[in-house]
């Protein structure tokens, strides 16, 4: 399981002060602390009030890579500052996202061509988010044929089929799970799959519980990867029993610590 | 139309354990990133090593099939692992602790060392030392002979689940590898990897015993249990990345098949069970008849000709 880290992001108040006054130390623990928890892959976003995310992103990277060499995934809608973060990158980065957008996919895959990186496709167009798996299956493979046009590889695409809130869409749990086990199966070898995960919690009264709940259900599905929060150490260890249940470890009376051993 | 060949990419590979003196003779074994042989897989950097088997006093209970083998050198441990090294070529040795165990003279440290001494001056190869099969003495022993040899970069086995703390340590303090003993189990095997890793140990610097059974009791179980622990080390499971030891000697010449017919038969019994295991994954093999260790020797060389370096 790819476990992205979700913790450096603007949207986060210490984080988005952290990039004001440029307090790097703030985030190169947030860096060393997700990566210790387990994060394989770190997201990084200047955030939504970020005046120059550009230079914010540039700074993100710089910092972040002082501390840890794990790959980062580069969270912004804007390709500019997706393209100035990819000549920084030491690993090969993903590119947090394209949607099944025409213009937005020749954009996002022709960066991620050039700069040899992985890209995350959300299931989804300028008309919205799908209500129904049929729909997100129909985007998820528009994007899995143009990522081959453009020479990129499966194990090289996250398809993400787009969580939300159980509070608000309850009939979607269902649908997406459905989607996810559909997507590993748009071509062979199967694509990656991801999801914000802790956007199905939002609102909701009991937060990890339901985040763990639902990466439990998603890892069954087939997911290959999540944006989550790694220092939630019992959603972590939930992600890691349900792979072991489905034998993608070995078993021993340790198998927690052997995990984050890998 | 040709066929393909299914090709599987590993993302692991296993570690490679460096045993012997530095600066003097040493031998590495491990490194993989292939099933055993598959070089259009991947590489064996490092052949399998085929160690004779020795003990620190003449063999009680050996069959006489291989005690002639040696004759007389029998009873002088050094003049035995001199004969392995100069008439048998052996390039690394195993030297069992015997006279250790309370049924076998219940030797204390202090006379024990000057044997393992003598073995080293003589032979001049690096060192497999196994203890007596008895916790308790070898609890009591194996601290005083690992720091002993210093220095000498052993390979010292062997820990299990149960009793593991005194020989990692004594290991660790002393610059020794060891050998990780599992009872043909892959999640114990796993677990003791864990836990001597977990006192501060180098994962690099264990050798797995995942239990070894001759042919005809069993082996293909443990077969089985190597392969699929080595395709876990090979899909990142670091703490299954350890190269494998097998006593195929102690096990083979137990069996009455190999004591109770004909020599011919008991080193072709040895020979095959070797041949399995080095099949299944075996980085080091244990060996009592220098006939056997001799044809596994030629046998590693014949399969390792297509090995890329």
Redesign the interface.
């Known amino acids: 399981m790819i476990i992205i880290g979700e913790l450096i992001n603007g949207m986060f108040k210490d984080v988005g002060r952290a990039i004001v006054n440029k307090e790097s130390d703030v985030i190169q623990h947030l860096a060393q602390d997700q990566v210790k928890a387990g994060a394989t892959v770190l997201d990084v976003n200047t955030g939504p009030y970020s005046k120059n995310p550009k230079d914010d992103m540039k700074w993100l990277i710089e910092n972040i890579q002082k501390v840890t060499d794990v790959a980062l995934a580069l969270d912004s809608t804007k390709a500019d500052v997706i393209e100035g973060g990819l000549k920084l990158v030491k690993k090969k980065a993903i590119i947090n996202s394209t949607n099944a957008d025409e213009a937005k996919m020749e954009s996002i895959f022709g960066l991620a061509k050039k700069y040899n990186a992985q890209v995350i496709g959300l299931a989804m167009d300028k008309t919205g988010v799908p209500n129904n798996k049929e729909r997100r299956i129909e985007l998820a493979a528009t994007i899995v044929a143009k990522a081959m046009d453009f020479g990129i590889s499966a194990e090289d695409l996250f398809l993400d089929p787009i969580v939300l809130p159980v509070n608000v869409a309850q009939a979607q749990g269902r649908e997406i799970l459905e989607s996810i086990r559909e997507f590993r199966l748009l071509c062979d070898p199967a694509p990656n799959t991801t999801i914000g995960l802790s956007n199905v919690s939002q609102g909701t009264k009991h937060r990890p519980l339901v985040n763990r709940t639902f990466l439990v259900m998603a890892v069954a599905s087939g997911l290959t990867s999540a944006i989550l929060d790694p220092l939630d150490k019992e959603l972590v260890d939930a992600m890691i029993t349900a792979e072991l249940i489905l034998n993608k ?6 198998f927690l ?2 995990y984050r ?2 | 139309m040709p066929v393909e060949l299914v090709k599987e990419k590993c993302v692991g590979g296993i570690n490679t354990v460096e045993i012997g003196r530095m600066g003097g003779k040493t031998v590495k074994i491990g490194g993989e990133t292939c099933l055993p042989f598959l070089y259009h897989e991947g590489t064996m950097p490092n052949k399998p090593l085929i160690a004779m088997e020795i003990l620190d006093q003449e063999p009680s209970d050996w069959p006489g099939a291989i005690k002639d083998s040696y004759g007389d050198t029998l009873r002088d441990p050094a003049a035995w692992a001199e004969k392995c090294v100069k008439q048998f070529g052996a390039n690394i040795l195993c030297v069992r602790l015997e006279s250790v165990h309370p049924d076998y003279g219940a030797r204390p440290a202090d006379q024990v060392i000057p044997v393992l001494r003598s073995i080293i001056s003589k032979a001049g190869v690096p060192l497999v030392i196994l203890g007596s099969g008895d916790d308790e003495k070898d609890n009591e022993v194996m601290p005083k002979v690992s720091q002993a040899l210093k220095g000498e970069n052993c390979l010292i086995g062997t820990a299990t689940q149960n009793n593991y703390k005194t020989l990692a340590a004594t290991c660790l303090a002393d610059g020794h590898s060891i050998i990780a003993e599992s009872p043909i189990d892959i999640n114990i095997a796993k677990q003791v990897n864990i836990l001597i890793s977990d006192m501060g140990f180098d994962p690099a610097r264990i050798v797995m015993h995942p239990t070894t059974t001759s042919l005809g009791y069993g082996m293909e179980y443990v077969y089985s249990i190597m392969e699929r622990a080595r395709i876990a080390a090979f899909i990142g499971d670091k703490m299954l990345a350890m190269p494998f030891v097998l006593f195929v000697g102690q096990e083979v010449w137990k069996t009455k098949e190999a004591k109770e017919t004909s020599v011919t038969q008991g080193v072709n019994w040895e020979i095959s069970t070797g041949v399995t295991m080095l099949q299944a994954g075996a980085d080091l093999l244990i060996i009592r008849h220098p006939d056997a260790a001799r044809a596994l020797v030629k046998y590693v060389d014949e399969m390792m000709k297509g090995a890329k370096s």
């Open positions: 470890n070995i078993y021993c009376d340790s610590d052997a051993k890998r």
